[in-house]
Structures are given as C-alpha cells and as structure tokens.
C-alpha cells in the first residue's frame, strides 16, 4: 500500500514552500534508497511548480514501481526457469537420468538460451554417456584381452626365461664339457706325440733288435757250421782211436798168443812169456786208454749234439725272432703310422675343441644376455599384464559410472 | 814140484780155467765164424770177445768165451781132478777138475770134450727143430 509522505500530508496551507519541497524530497530521498513505494500527496503542494515537480515524482516512483514489478516478474520467471534447468541438472547429477530433456516447454526469451543450452548439454551428455558406455565395453573388452594376452606372454616369457635359464645352464655345462674335452683332447694328442717319440724309439730299438738277432742267427749258422766240423773231427779221432782199439786187441790177443805159447813151451818159454805179459799189460794199457778215449768222444759226441741241437734251436728261435721282429716291426710301423694319424686327428679335435670352447662361450654370453633381455620382457609383461588389469579396472569404473546415467 | 800152465777166462760173469795145452790158439770173436760153440754148460756169451780154439779130430773149433784174463803158471798141487762122486753126479765130462787159485775155486774146463758135448748137444737140438 501505498504510503504518503509525512511532510505531503500535512497541510499545504500550513506548510511553506520549503516544507513542501521537503516532502518531495523527502519522497526523492526513498526513491534513492530503494522504497518506491511513498508518494508525494500532490494535492497538499499548493506550489505550481512543486505541484509538477511532485506529479512527476509520482509519475517516476510509479513507473519506477512498475519497472521493478515487471523486472520482479521477470526476474521470477528467469528464477523459476533457473530452478527448473537447476533441477533438470541436479536431476542429472543426483539421479543420472539423461534419458530426457529440462522438460521446459516455451520457455521465456530469455531463458530459452539456456534451456536450449542445456537440453543441448543433456543430449549431449546422453550421446557422450552412450558412447562412454560403448567405449567402457570396448575397454573393458579389450582390456580383458589385453590383460589375457599379457598374461599369457607373461607366462610365455617366463616359461621361455626358463627355458634360456636350462638352455644357458646347458650351455654353460656344454662349455664345461667343451674346456674338459679341450683339455682332453689337448692331453690325447700330447700323449700321442709322446706315443710316436716312442713308437719310432721303438722303431729303432726293433730295428736294433732286428740286427742283433739277425747277427745271432748268422752266429749261430757259424756255430752250427763250426759244430759240424767238429763233430766230423771227432767222428774221425773216433775212426782212428776204432783203428787204435783194434789194433791193440789184436796186440792183446797176440800177447794172449804168445803168453799161451810160452806157457806150453814151459820152462822154456818162461822168459817169453814174461815179455808177451808185458805186451799184453801194453796193449790193455792202450785199450783201456781208448776206452777213455772213447768215453770222451761219447761225451764230446754228447755235448758237440746236445750244442748242435742248442744250436739248432738257436737258429729256430733266431729265425723265430727275426720273423717276429719283423712281424713287430710292421706291427710297429703300422702302430706309428696309426698313431701319427692319430696325433693329427688330435691335434684337428684339439683346434675344433678350442673352437667349439671359443663359440660355446660365445653362445653363453649370448644366451645369459637373452635370458636377461627376456627377464625384462617378462617384467615388461607382467607390467603390462598389471596395466590391462588397471586398464581393465578403469574400464570396469567407467561402465559402473556410465551406467549411473539413465540414457533411455 | 812141478808147474802148470793155465788160461783164465770168462762166461756169463763167471771165471773159469783151462789147460794151457788144451788150447792150440786164443781167435778174435766173431759171430759168423763157423764151427764156433756159443752155447755150452758154462753159459751163453752175448758178445763174445774171444774165442778158445781146440783141435778136434784134425779140425779146429772154438769156444766163445767173454774174455780171456790171462794165463798164469800155478803149481801143479793146485789144480785137482773132480772127485768121483762129482764127476758121476755133474753129468757131464766137460769140467775136468777145480784149480785152487788164492782164495778161489775155479773148474778146469777140458776144452776139447766141452766142445765135443756141446757140439752134440747142438747137434741134437737142430735136429729137434
């Protein structure tokens, strides 16, 4: 209701001009600060001219009431547009329902814009909640596969660690067995040029051996030769000491004679017989001397055949010799011959082994560096296997939170 | 006192004694000589070395014999004939008595009647076969 001012109610004719203007502006003084709702009571201004001025005060203050009821208006309108695109937001936050507009229909001019803007924004909202929805599942989707990919690399790069960890152990007990066999091989064709010194030291000795018993056997010819002679030379003394013995048996038998003749000749032939006695003691002298004789020829006939028969078992065993130490001396010489091939094929096993020891070691470096380059990748795997699992996470968030929005 | 002359000779081992007179000649052995005794009562010489030859009506045969040792002069009083009961019992007339040598017997062979037997003896056995 309106209010009339103090100083316009009282009466003009009471007041002066300057109460009068008082009033005005007094009513002035509230339009200033706001209160449009005092008037100027017109009728109490007795001034012309302050009668004007107070209508148009009044004129003022009621257009200026108007203004403000329709920026009131307004401004309720735009509140209560503002509470309702407030409340569509709000519905979205709280509820995330996107499934529709604001719900506004003909909004004010000026709100339009905004409406317009914020249907826009939820549509907007919808389709990006849509394709979040879409991307969330493909995400997650593909975060899972990624995640069994790496898994499965994982478990692939840690059985292929293990496999280079064997196969770099293997490696190393090969490289191991490749020095060992280096080694060996080094001993054998060391050992092997020791054989052959000592094969053609053999060679020589043999060849020595040879010599000797072929001299032995030329020796033993000569000594068999030699006991051939003398066995003829003693078979001759034999002949003659036979001749020997014969002739004093019959020297014997003569003295016999003799002495028998003496006997019966009696006293007479006493001195006859004492001389065929005498010849007879000489001739079994001479008999018992070839007896001896021929008991040493038995035993030179014993001992030159016991030394022919040594003899000849000399040349047998010579002969043998010297054919076994020919036998032994081709043995030999293969025996060298075999072991020269033998100390070559070492010495060729030796540089292949020092090769094969250099490339084994090289293999080794290489492998221990792959088995650590594959640590990594199984690290890197695991890694990755532990970022799609994240990934996959995330991707399970982003669906929880896309479908907090209701879209349809 | 008076002498006698007698050879000493072998058989089978055995020394044995004969008459120097009753031997014409002392032979070589020889297993091919004919009319040669191998074989007799004193034994069978294997290798005989000598052989005694006696003269047998007017030929000569020999006794084989080992060895002939010697022949030596003894006194007569050594050399005795067989006695009778001996000679009866021996059977046979080839030993004519024993000669005491040192301090050994030996028999006295008589050569020629030795020879006689044993030529009979052979005689009779080659007429057997």
């Known amino acids: 209701m309106r209010k009339t001012s103090e100083a316009a109610k009282a009466s003009p004719r009471s007041k002066s001009g300057s109460g009068q203007a008082e009033a005005i502006f007094r009513v002035l003084q509230n339009l200033a600060n706001g209160d449009y709702g005092e008037r100027v009571d017109v009728d109490r201004i007795t001034s012309p001219q302050l009668k004007r001025i107070a209508a148009l005060v009044n004129d003022v203050a009621e257009h200026a009431t108007d203004q403000i009821r329709g920026v009131q208006e307004r401004n309720k309108s735009l509140r209560d547009g503002m509470q309702e695109a407030l409340d569509a937001i709000l519905q979205v936050v709280n509820q995330g329902e996107l499934s529709g507009s604001t719900g506004i229909r003909n909004p004010s001019p000026t709100l339009s814009p905004l409406v317009k803007g914020i249907d826009q924004l939820l549509a907007t909202l919808r389709s990006f909640t849509l394709e979040m929805g879409e991307a969330s599942l493909q995400i997650s989707a593909s975060s899972a596969e990624v995640l069994a990919a790496a898994t499965q690399h994982e478990s692939s790069m840690a059985q292929q660690a293990s496999a280079v960890h064997e196969t770099t152990a293997t490696m190393a007990e090969l490289k191991s067995a490749a020095g060992n066999i280096a080694d060996n091989a080094r001993t054998v064709a060391a050992v092997a040029e020791q054989t052959v010194i000592a094969a053609r030291a053999g060679e020589a000795a043999l060849k020595s051996l040879l010599s000797a018993i072929q001299t032995i056997s030329q020796d033993a010819d000569a000594i068999h030769e030699a006991m051939e002679r003398l066995s003829r030379r003693v078979e001759r003394i034999g002949s003659v000491v036979e001749v020997i013995d014969e002739i004093a048996d019959r020297s014997d038998l003569l003295a016999l004679n003799a002495a028998l003749e003496g006997a019966k000749a009696g006293e007479a032939g006493r001195g006859f017989s004492i001389v065929a006695a005498e010849m007879r003691r000489l001739a079994e002298n001479v008999l018992t001397s070839t007896q001896e004789i021929k008991s040493l020829i038995g035993e030179i006939r014993e001992a030159t055949d016991e030394t022919a028969r040594a003899t000849e078992r000399n040349r047998q065993s010579a002969k043998e010799g010297e054919d076994q130490a020919d036998q032994a001396m081709q043995s030999v010489q293969a025996i060298l011959a075999g072991i020269e091939e033998t100390s070559d094929a070492a010495r060729v096993i030796h540089l292949a082994t020092q090769q094969q020891r250099s490339a084994t070691e090289q293999v080794v470096q290489s492998m221990t560096d792959l088995e650590a380059v594959t640590r990594q990748a199984q690290e890197g795997a695991a890694q990755a296997a532990g970022a799609a699992a994240e990934l996959a996470k995330l991707a399970d968030r982003l669906s929880s939170l896309a479908r907090r929005f209701r879209v349809s | ?129």
Do not use: C, N, Y
């Open chain 2, 1 to 129: 006192m008076t002498e006698r002359g007698i050879l000493l000779f072998s058989v089978d081992g055995r020394r044995h004694a004969v008459d120097a007179g009753d031997v014409r000649r002392i032979a070589m052995g020889s297993e091919d000589e004919p009319g040669w005794i191998r074989s007799s009562i004193l034994g069978s010489p294997p290798r005989p070395r000598r052989g005694l030859v006696a003269a047998l009506e007017g030929e000569e045969r020999a006794l084989a014999v080992d060895e002939v040792e010697g022949i030596e002069i003894v006194p007569a009083a050594d050399v005795s004939p067989l006695p009778r009961l001996a000679r009866e019992t021996i059977g046979t007339r080839g030993i004519a008595g024993i000669v005491v040598r040192e301090d050994e017997l030996l028999f006295l062979v008589d050569l020629p009647q030795l020879i006689r037997e044993s030529s009979k003896e052979l005689s009779s056995h080659a007429e057997d076969e």
